[in-house]
């Protein structure tokens, strides 16, 4: 499990460095109701990861807050999210089976925030 997540876990902190590389207008700017924001894709990522893992909540955080405070984070703050989801599943033992369905889900997410930054040109 560990090889898969390391995997995943390194290719979402590429996405995220070209993430840094946007405008904060540009991370916000709402593609319509089928595609949002690339931030909300990247939140969408996150959420699910942390309501799945609701049993390490205090080494991820306060779920509710994080939904409460979605529209307020800066990349920043979505990469240190991100972060302390990865310590909560490098840190426990959690099952294959557990995790596997965010992984898909962290991927599907992913191809649409890569379309979406073909708009911006932040991908090479």
Known sequence: MNNL????????????????????????????SKFKSIKYNLLQIAYAYHEGLDQYKDQIGDYDLFKENGPKLNIID??????????????????????????FNDYEYRGKIKFLMTFFEVLK
């Not at 997540?5 to 319509?32: H, I, P």
């Not at 310590?87 to 557990?98: D, K, L, M, S």
């Open 5 to 32: 997540y390391d995997e995943v876990r390194n290719s979402r902190n590429e996405l995220l460095e070209q993430a840094k590389q946007l405008s904060t207008s540009e991370l916000n700017y709402n593609f319509g």
């Open 78 to 103: 979505i990469e240190n999210y991100f972060d302390n989801i990865d310590y909560a599943i490098e840190q426990n033992p959690v099952p294959p089976e557990t995790v596997m369905p965010y992984i």
